[in-house]
C-alpha cells in the first residue's frame, strides 16, 4: 500500500506560534510569544455562558448564527461606527476569524488565481490560499514604518489578481490604516474585479485615541470585500473561538454556501453568552486595558538593551530590535531568549515567506503587569556575548 497525502499547502508542517509555545513550556519560560491573554475574562461572560447552557441552549444554532447574536453585532456597529448593518443578510457567524479567513478565499478563489499579502503578515494567510489552490503573491511593507508600498503593490496586481488581504491593526507590527490607505486602495482596485479581505480582528484595539478605519467605511470598496472580525480578541477569550464575517449579501450568500458544509453552526452557548454581553453589560473598555498594558511594557523596555520600533498603535503587539545586540538570526536569537532567560518571543522572519530577517522580535502585550514585570527582569540581566 502507498497511501498519497498531498501537500495542500507550502508552509511549515508546525508553526512558530507552537514551535515557540511548546519551548516555552519546556523551558518553563514567560510566554509573550503566541497572542493570547493570560489575565481572566469578565466574570459577567462565563456567568453567561453557564446560564446558556443551564437554560438548554446545548443544541445547533441556525446556520448563519443566532438572530440575536446577529442582531446585537448589527447594533454595536451602528452605535460604535454609524455602520447600517443587515443582520440577516450581512452577518455570519463563525468559529474564529481563522475560519472565516479561509472560507472566505474557498468563496471567491480557483486554481490559477493570485492573492496579493502585504508581509509581514499574520501565518494562516498564505497557507489558506494555498489550500484553496491559488498562489499568494507577496508584497513587503516599507521598512521601518511597514507602511504599503503601493508602487510595489500595483506592480503585483494583473488580470490573475482575484483578491487582496488587508489586515489592520496589524499583526506583527501593530500599525494601523488610516483613511488615506484606503483611498489608495480605492483608486488601485477601480475598474477591476478584484475582492478585498479584511482582517480587523483587533478592531477594538487601537490606542492613542485614534480610531480605526474599517474597510466598511469605504462605499467604494464595501461591496467587494469580506470583513472578519473576532470576539476573542475583543473580550480576551481566545479559546472560545468566535468570530463573524461582514459582507454584502451575495458575498455573504457564497460564504454560507460553504459555511453551512464546512462547520454548519458554531457553539450555541456561547453565542448567547456573547449576545447578552453584547447588548445588555455595562464592560470594561478592551481599548483602554491594552493601551495600558502597552505603556507598561514599553516603560519596562526602556531598562533592558532591546531597542523599541515605533509604539504599536494597534493590536496585541510591540516589535522589538536586538539588531545592537547580536548576529544571531531571529529564530536562534528567540530560541536562545527562550532556553537561556525564560522569555518566550515569536521571531519576525516568521511572517515573511522569504523568511526576511532584520533581527526583530514580536512581543505580546496582552499579559498581567506581573508577567510583563517578570519577563523584563529577566531581559535586564541578557548578556548580549551571550548570544
Ligand atoms: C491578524 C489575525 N487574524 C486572525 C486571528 C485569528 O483569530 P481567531 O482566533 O478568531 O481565529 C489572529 C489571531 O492571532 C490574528 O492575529
Not at 452577518?91 to 508581509?119: K, Q, R
Not at 496586481?157 to 490607505?181: C, F, L, V
Not at 454556501?257 to 457553539?267: A, C, E, G, I, K
Request: charged fraction near 20%; glycine fraction near 4%; include cysteine.
Amino acid at each position: 500500500m502507498s497511501l498519497q497525502l498531498p501537500r495542500k499547502h507550502n508552509a511549515t508542517d508546525t508553526t512558530i506560534f507552537t514551535v515557540m509555545s511548546t519551548l516555552a513550556q519546556q523551558y518553563n519560560a514567560i510566554n509573550l510569544s503566541q497572542g493570547f491573554p493570560d489575565f481572566p475574562i469578565d466574570t459577567k461572560l462565563s456567568n453567561l455562558l453557564h446560564e446558556a447552557s443551564l437554560n438548554g441552549l446545548n443544541q445547533y444554532a441556525p446556520m448563519a448564527g443566532l438572530p440575536i447574536l446577529r442582531e446585537a453585532i448589527a447594533q454595536d456597529f451602528s452605535k460604535r461606527y454609524s455602520i447600517t448593518l443587515n443582520p440577516d443578510t450581512e452577518i455570519t457567524i463563525t468559529p474564529g476569524a481563522t475560519y472565516a479567513i479561509y472560507t472566505a478565499f474557498s468563496a471567491i478563489l480557483s486554481p490559477g488565481d493570485e492573492v496579493v499579502v502585504l508581509e509581514p503578515a499574520y501565518d494562516s494567510y498564505i497557507p489558506n490560499i494555498e489550500m484553496n489552490g491559488a498562489k499568494a503573491i507577496p508584497v513587503k511593507l516599507l521598512p521601518k514604518t511597514f507602511a504599503p508600498d503601493w508602487e510595489k503593490i500595483k506592480a503585483s496586481i494583473n488580470s490573475r489578481t482575484k483578491a487582496i488581504i488587508i489586515n489592520t491593526p496589524h499583526n506583527p507590527t501593530g500599525t494601523i490604516w488610516q483613511q488615506e490607505d484606503w483611498n489608495q486602495l480605492a483608486e488601485l482596485l477601480r475598474n477591476t474585479d478584484i475582492f478585498i479581505l479584511s482582517d480587523e480582528v483587533y478592531e477594538q484595539l487601537v490606542f492613542d485615541k485614534q480610531q480605526h478605519c474599517s474597510v466598511l467605511q469605504q462605499p467604494e470598496l464595501r461591496e467587494r470585500s469580506f470583513v472578519l472580525y473576532s470576539f476573542g480578541k475583543a473580550f480576551h477569550n481566545t479559546g472560545w473561538k468566535i468570530g463573524y464575517c461582514i459582507a454584502p449579501p451575495t458575498l455573504s450568500q457564497a460564504f454560507r454556501r460553504l459555511h453551512q458544509f464546512l462547520s454548519f453552526s458554531v457553539n450555541t452557548p456561547a453565542q448567547y453568552a456573547l449576545a447578552q454581553y453584547l447588548s445588555h453589560t455595562e464592560r470594561e473598555s478592551p481599548t483602554e486595558l491594552l493601551q495600558n498594558k502597552r505603556n507598561y511594557f514599553i516603560e519596562l523596555m526602556q531598562q533592558t538593551p532591546f531597542q523599541l520600533l515605533q509604539p504599536s498603535q494597534g493590536s496585541y503587539f510591540q516589535l522589538v530590535s536586538y539588531a545592537g545586540m547580536s548576529d544571531a538570526s531571529d529564530i536562534d536569537f528567540a530560541r536562545l531568549l527562550t532556553e537561556k532567560y525564560g522569555v518566550a518571543t515569536i521571531p519576525i522572519s516568521a511572517f515573511y515567506s522569504d523568511k526576511h530577517d532584520d533581527k526583530i522580535l514580536r512581543f505580546c502585550f496582552a499579559k498581567k503587569e506581573e508577567t510583563l514585570t517578570k519577563a523584563v527582569e529577566r531581559l535586564k540581566d541578557i548578556e548580549p556575548e551571550s548570544f
